[in-house]
């Protein structure tokens, strides 16, 4: 499938900032049988715009606005190809990815309640049947609801609380993997529905053995499809926010994200 995805990112300030360095993971990867085919990233007030990879492999744009504003827009525009399935490239594991994807982090910590819920949910059958039950017992338990969490809520609170969007449902999910010994990691990206989208989307990879990596999406309690387009990959959310940046001065900051999915 061959989608656009229109990324628009508005930061607004009560009053001027004399500063502001931009950090945006926002180009989708080339890997996995996607292809990105085009990539434009535009700021204003412009400045120059650099990039660098991650240790994650992800692309990394960055700025720094040095005049004084009240309001900066950037603007990322992408053509890509998605494959009609998620396929991986290598079969292996890296040592360091391993013990990157096993252990447990600020957002998808190893507690007591997801420790009990992972060995009710996820001890029967080979490593790919328990990481589809864990899918499933984490859609049957947890319900969709925009507003019910925040961008810091963990993933033994999200449990707790039975709600969620989509970055509740992969955290969980991560926890709930590495528990079981499966390597797991978070994927951010984009989901294309018949045009319609509200925001970035985020989805899990669980790694087994002899078969490789796996794409799973708690939320729609699927697989990866040619509708999912990948943007990066990381330990947690922390490890690929969308946006991340500082700014000098004494003003209070909004920022408004629309986000729109086409085929192209």
Known sequence: MRLKIEHTTAFTYDQPISEAYTEMRLRP?????QHC??????????????????????DVRHFDVIQPHQK??????????????????SLDILPVEEFNYLSPTAYAPHTE???KFSKVH??????FDRAIALMNAIYSRISYEKGATDVK???????????GVCQDFSHIMLSLCRIQKLPARYVSGYLYNNGYTTASHAWVDVFIPERGWISLDPTHNCEQTSQYVRVGVGRDYADVPPTRGVFKGNATERMDIQVTVTES
């Open 113 to 115: 309640e997801l420790t």
């Open 72 to 89: 900066l827009q950037v603007t990322a525009v992408s053509e890509v190809l998605t494959a009609d399935s998620y396929a991986a490239d």
């Open 37 to 58: 085919l085009a990539f434009q990233l535009t700021n204003e007030p412009h400045a120059p715009v650099l990039g660098y990879k991650d240790h994650f492999g992800n």
């Open 153 to 163: 809520t963990t993933a033994d609170k999200a449990l707790l609380l039975g709600r």
């Open 122 to 127: 996820g001890m029967a059958g080979t490593p």
């Open 29 to 33: 990867l080339d890997v996995d049988g």
